[in-house]
Structure formats: structure tokens, C-alpha cells
């Protein structure tokens, strides 16, 4: 019984996960962010970093695209520790062998709700949705 | 319904992003213009009609397009780039504009005839004669100038009372003191603190820019304003004399839109354009400008029959060498430098230069000439300081505040390992900068002018370049040499914040900076109207130009913070005004 019991618990905290990364859409939710937070700067790509995040071509220019900086894809699906891109916005890219600035440049950090929002994203296998 | 078109457009329609922009071909060189597009024929219908077009999406277009519409004109407004807001966008927002609504609540009194002295010499220093009517300068430039103190206030005004955008004081942030010019010391300058503004809402020094194109573009289209991304103006059509519209290129598709009143642009600059730099710029290795300035309109107006004005000025600011290299269109430009144990030098070990003096004008002693040794001693120079200054100020750009940021910054366990590592780099990029290498006697002129430094910064006076002298070293010092949070270095107690002896031991680091600019800003004539002038000296009618696209009335000066985009916005109101009430082209 008692172990019918955790795996129910078990069974609906997954499901509760599910739910919540799977609510998470590339195009309502992390697009405006790069549009607004970071389309400023890297815009055509032909700015440093080598990006351009208008939200048409967003998601092509950073899921399974290497970085410029480190060894790490920008997104890796299912892997938000080895995504170069979100390291750089919670300041952790040094750790990981980059350089430059936490972005945004010369901004304050993006707020926690975001970052989590970015990270639950990739970690659902950062889709194109 | 005009061409079988609804005239009111929704916005999903205009937006029509979805087209690969034209600034990515337009970066490598000239682009497309009319002069490689085919000529349409007189017949080909208009896409659209419009009263004013407005090219561009910063300062000085949304300014136009905003002052159009409040004239009762229809706009239309046109931007190459996939998303709105110009360089503009990516700058802190801060706009120089004299007698300010904020001034005369106050009763600070700053005349029109005190501020024109001021601009007059700034601008035009080898001219410049006080009891002289138009001040010495061209009665061209004198109305260029008068035409910006008039209008400048004025339209800050009238942005206020439509809530197209609100400013408040510009206060330097952490600084918190009014922002002192960029020739404070000058005897002309008799209101030195406190022209500079900023976005009332979202100001800041990387997002001011971003709220202050937000703002004029929420209004506009909440006035349904149509803003066509993603479309690269090709052509300026023309019947007679008089232009009538323009042409655009969104993705393989051509857009005429017809203006029955003027076309205004504000394109901004040509820094992305290194053709154009190569022929017309004295140096110019990377800017903060958008990708998309590469001086469209001087073409566009050239084929339209354009004079131009000067071609070679730019709002200056030097850039770290290894950074622009890498990529021209650099995240920030070195421009207020921080550091207290922190010097220049050039190839010779020697200061050339007051390191805290404004970008704009420390900027132009990369291009001092030797007749001697025909060279230009100062094309690179070598900002040098000690760990104490990295300690104290690191977060402040260029010195990292952690060091692993920095791919460029250049290190030593004493001076003379620093020498030898900067003589490194310069090999390694020889091939780009023209082999600048350092003198034989580097080293030892390096090691005196240290010494020569520390003495200056303990006594206070700096007898060769009077660093620390004035306000506008000092105050802005303070804004762009924050102590860094979690520094043990203290605070500065010494005659002139901005000196400070170096250390005796290392490690010592160095960056290695070049000329660059935030944009250039020369290109065609305008008069005092924002007309653009033809080759006979006369108005093409139904052309206006404002901002960085055309030649600066500032010429090679920079007023103080914010000059570049006070500018913009004042010029940008001009020209939308004189647009809008043009008459209509039959």
C-alpha cells in the first residue's frame, strides 16, 4: 500500500511536470524574451555572437547550433547545463569555458521566472512550438 | 480602395517580417540600389499611397513620422531590418536639447544667443568669430545650427503634449548630478550642466534607447501608422524634379509606395559600409551601430540628384582593437573609460592624449599626422593599467570583472613582460592594422611616463594633457568608474579622483584600442527645413533627410551626452513637419 502510494505521488508529480514544461511554447514564451531582451543586439547574425534572434529566425539560430564561445551547443534539447546560451544569461558560462559578459550586455540579468521558463523549455526538448 | 488595395492595412498585414532582410547584402558592400535595380516603368501601379513615407525606425524617423501625423498627415513607415528601432534602439536614450521644458520651469536661462556661441565654436573651431553675424560660419551651417536651438525645445513640447514620449532630467544614473556638456570648459559654454534628457519611463544606459523608440512607436501605432519590416528601400521615384515615392525590396518582391507629400529618411549612417569607410573616414575600425548602417540614403539621394555635404565625420569613439577585428559591429564602444591608475600610450611609450576627455574628441588623436617620420604615431594606442584599477573597477568596460571575460585583455607580471606581450599582439594582427609595431624604446619611455603619472596624480595637476582639470573629467568619472561590488580597493582620496599613482608591482594589463564610432553621420545636404539640397543648391522637392543619414549640423563636434540623438529627434520633427504640409504632388 505503501508503496502503491509513492508511486502514485511519484506518477503525478510527473505528470504535473509534464504538464508544466509541455505548456511552454518557443513562440509565446521564449521568443518575445529574445526579441525584447536580445534582438537588439544580435539581430541579422552579423553581429558579434553570431545570432540572430528575431523571432523568425530565432529557433534556428540557437537549438543544436554550436556556440562561438565554448565547446557547448547555444540549446541542447533535454540539456539545459550544457546550453552555452542559457549558461551566458545566468552568469554561469565562465564555469563552462566562455568568455564575454552575462547577458544581456550592460543589462540587468533576466528575472528568475524567465530563466526557470528558459530552462523548463530545454529541458522538454526545446521544440519549436 | 486605391489599386484594387485596401488603404487601411492591418498591422499582421504590414508586418511583413517574414522576408530575408536586405541588410545582410547590404553589409558586404554597396547593396542593391537603382543603380543595379531595373527602372520600373512611369505605368507600374503603387503598391500603396501615402501622404508622408518615413525610412527608417529610430530617432529621427519615428520623430518624423510622429510629427507628420500630428500635421494630419497619412505615414507609412519603412525599415529594412526585420524588427524596428535603428541604432537608437540599442542606446541609452539620452537626448542633448537646449532650453529644455526642464530649464525654464527651473528659470535656468539658456539663451539662444549663449548656446549658438557654444555650438558655433565647438563645431567649427577654425572659424569661428563672436562679433560676426552668422558667428563666422557659412550662413548654411549658422541656420543649421539656429534652426536646432529653435525647434529642439519645441519639439520636446509637443512630444510631451501628444504623449508620443515623455522625458525627464538625465541625472548620470548612480551619479545622480546633472550631465555636464562635453566642453564644459569652454568660456562659450554658459549653461555647461543639464541639457541632456532621458525617457521618463525605462530609462537606463542600455535600454534608455529601446523605451524612447518604443515609446513614438506604441503611438503611432495606436494611430495605425503602418511600419513595414523587412522592406529595403531600392529607388527614390521621381517625376521631374519632384520626388513622388519609393521603391523597396521585400525579399524578391517590389514595393512602390507613393507619397503625395515628401519622403523623409532616417536611415542612419554608413559605419557598416566599409567602401564607404575606406574612401570618406580617417579611421574607423568598428562601431555600435546597427548592422543595417550602411549608408543607404547617400546613394539613394546621389541617383536623386543629392549634393553632399561633408562625408568623413562620425560620432567617435575609440574600440578594443581584438574585439572589432573579430566583428566591426561591436557590443559597446570604449567610450568613457574608467581606471584612476590608468593611462594611454602610443607606439613611443608616450601620452598623447587626457584619457578621461570625451570619446568624441579623444577618439581624433588616433588621426594626428607626423610629417617627420610620415606616420600616424597614434593609429593604435595602449590603455595601460595596473591590478589595482582591475580590482577597483572591473565591471566597467572594457576591464573585465572577472578575467575570464576578457579574451583581449593583455597581461604582465611587470612592466616589461607587459611591453612584450602587447608587441605579441600587435604581430599577430600586423596584417590588419598595417604592421604598427612598437619603437625600439618602448619600454623605457613606458617606465618614465609611468613615473611621470604618479607624480601628476599625487600633486593633482597634470601638466601635460590638464587630466582631472575640469568637471566633465571628474563628473563622468565617477558614472564609468564605479567601485566594483565586493572590492577591497579605497575609495580614491587624492587631489584628483580621476589620477592615481600605479602600483609598484604587477601584474600590469593593457588593452589595445583603435578609432572607431558609434555611427558616422555625413552624407547629404540638408538646409534648416531638413530639405534635402540638389546639386544647383536648391530643395529636391518632397526630400527630407534627418539624423545620421545626412550631414551632421554638429559637423565634427559632440555638444554633449545625447547630441546624436537630439539631433535625430529635432531634425527628424522638421522634417515630418515641413513634409506633412508640403503641398500634394498632383
Known amino acids: 500500500m505503501k508503496h502503491l502510494g509513492l508511486c502514485l505521488t511519484l506518477s503525478l508529480a510527473s505528470i504535473g511536470l509534464a504538464s508544466a514544461a509541455d505548456a511552454i511554447s518557443f ?47 547555444r540549446i541542447k534539447p533535454g540539456a539545459p547545463d550544457e546550453s552555452y546560451l542559457l549558461l551566458k544569461v545566468e552568469g554561469r558560462h565562465l564555469d563552462a569555458g566562455g568568455s564575454g559578459q552575462r547577458m544581456p550586455f550592460g543589462e540587468a540579468p533576466l528575472d528568475e521566472a524567465i530563466l526557470q521558463r528558459l530552462r523548463n523549455w530545454i529541458a522538454a526538448g526545446a521544440l519549436d512550438n | 480602395m486605391e489599386n484594387g488595395r485596401k488603404q487601411r492595412l492591418t498591422r499582421r498585414e504590414l508586418l511583413l517580417g517574414a522576408g530575408r532582410l536586405a541588410g545582410a547584402s547590404a553589409a558586404a558592400g554597396l547593396g542593391t540600389t537603382s543603380a543595379q535595380a531595373k527602372p520600373t516603368a512611369v505605368s507600374t501601379p503603387w503598391d500603396y499611397k501615402t501622404d508622408v513615407v518615413c525610412v527608417g525606425s529610430g530617432a529621427a524617423a519615428c520623430s518624423a513620422a510622429v510629427a507628420a501625423v500630428d500635421r494630419g498627415a497619412k505615414v507609412i513607415m519603412v525599415e529594412k531590418m526585420p524588427l524596428t528601432g535603428g541604432t537608437t534602439g540599442k542606446s541609452g536614450g539620452v537626448a542633448w536639447i537646449p532650453n529644455h521644458r526642464f530649464f525654464r520651469a527651473q528659470g535656468i536661462v539658456d539663451g539662444k544667443d549663449d548656446c549658438l556661441r557654444y555650438l558655433a565654436r565647438y563645431s567649427y573651431p577654425q572659424l569661428y568669430t563672436p562679433d560676426s553675424p552668422t558667428l563666422g560660419l557659412p550662413a548654411r551651417s549658422y541656420r543649421l545650427l539656429e534652426a536646432f536651438y529653435d ?27 546633472p550631465a555636464t556638456d562635453y566642453a564644459d570648459h569652454l568660456p562659450e559654454n554658459k549653461v555647461p550642466r543639464g541639457r541632456a534628457i532621458e525617457p521618463d519611463v525605462g530609462g537606463g544606459a542600455s535600454i534608455g534607447g529601446a523605451s524612447l523608440v518604443n515609446a513614438m512607436e506604441s503611438w503611432l501605432h495606436q494611430r495605425d501608422v503602418p511600419i ?86 562620425a560620432w567617435r569613439a ?40 570625451n570619446y568624441n574628441d579623444r577618439t581624433r588623436v588616433h588621426f594626428i599626422y607626423d610629417p617627420v617620420r610620415e606616420e600616424y604615431p597614434n593609429q593604435l594606442l595602449f590603455m595601460v593599467f595596473d591590478h589595482r584599477s582591475l580590482d577597483a573597477f572591473g565591471g ?24 612584450a606581450n602587447i608587441a605579441k599582439r600587435l604581430a599577430a594582427v600586423a596584417a590588419k592594422t598595417g604592421g604598427v609595431t612598437l619603437a625600439g624604446d618602448f619600454l623605457p619611455e613606458l617606465k618614465a611616463t609611468i613615473e611621470r603619472f604618479n607624480g601628476y596624480a599625487l600633486a593633482g595637476r597634470d601638466p601635460e594633457f590638464d587630466r582631472g582639470l575640469h568637471a566633465y573629467d571628474n563628473d563622468w568619472h565617477l558614472l564609468f568608474s564605479a567601485l566594483r561590488p565586493g572590492s577591497t580597493q579605497p575609495p580614491n582620496r587624492l587631489p584628483r579622483i580621476c589620477m592615481h599613482p600605479f602600483a609598484g608591482e604587477g601584474p600590469y594589463y593593457a588593452f589595445i584600442l583603435g578609432a572607431g564610432a558609434l555611427d558616422t553621420n555625413s552624407g547629404p545636404l540638408i538646409n534648416e527645413k531638413a530639405e534635402v539640397l540638389g546639386h544647383d543648391d536648391q530643395p529636391i522637392p518632397g526630400l527630407y533627410g534627418a539624423g545620421n543619414c545626412i550631414a551632421s549640423p554638429a559637423r565634427g563636434a559632440y555638444w554633449g551626452a545625447g547630441a546624436t540623438i537630439g539631433l535625430a529627434l529635432t531634425y527628424g520633427y522638421i522634417a515630418g513637419s515641413n513634409a506633412a504640409t508640403a503641398p500634394a504632388a498632383t
Not at chain 1, 530565432?58 to 556556440?67: E, F, H, K, L
Request: proline share 3%; glycine share 10%.
Open chain 2, 318 to 357: 575609440q574600440v578594443v582593437l581584438d574585439e572589432a577585428l573579430e566583428n566591426r559591429a561591436v557590443g559597446r564602444a570604449a567610450d568613457v573609460l574608467p581606471g584612476d591608475s590608468m593611462i594611454f600610450v602610443n607606439k613611443y611609450g608616450r601620452r598623447v592624449v587626457n584619457e578621461k576627455r
Open chain 2, 396 to 419: 566597467n568596460f572594457p576591464i573585465p570583472a572577472d578575467v575570464r571575460e576578457s579574451r583581449f585583455m593583455i597581461k604582465g607580471a611587470t612592466i616589461d613582460e607587459l611591453a
Open chain 2, 228 to 313: 513595414l519590416t523587412g522592406h529595403r528601400v531600392t529607388r527614390i521615384v521621381k517625376e521631374g524634379r519632384r520626388v513622388v515615392g519609393i521603391e523597396a525590396r521585400n525579399g524578391d518582391k517590389l514595393v512602390r509606395i507613393r507619397a503625395r507629400r515628401g519622403v523623409v529618411f532616417g536611415t542612419g549612417g554608413y559605419s557598416h559600409n566599409t567602401e564607404l569607410v575606406n574612401l570618406h573616414q580617417p579611421g574607423l575600425m568598428g562601431a555600435c551601430a546597427k548592422t543595417g548602417s550602411t549608408g543607404d540614403f547617400i546613394t539613394l539621394a546621389t541617383e536623386a540628384g543629392a549634393r553632399m555635404g561633408s562625408l568623413d565625420t
Open chain 1, 27 to 73: 513562440a509565446r514564451d521564449i521568443a518575445p524574451v529574445l526579441k525584447s531582451r536580445c534582438a537588439t543586439c544580435h539581430l541579422t547574425g552579423e553581429e558579434a555572437g553570431g545570432m540572430a534572434l528575431y523571432p523568425a529566425a530565432a529557433y534556428a539560430s540557437i537549438v543544436a547550433v554550436p556556440s562561438l564561445e565554448s565547446r557547448l551547443m
Open chain 2, 151 to 177: 525647434n529642439g525645445w519645441r519639439m520636446l513640447d509637443r512630444m510631451h503634449e501628444l504623449g508620443a514620449v515623455r522625458f525627464k532630467e538625465f541625472n548620470m544614473w548612480v551619479a545622480n548630478r
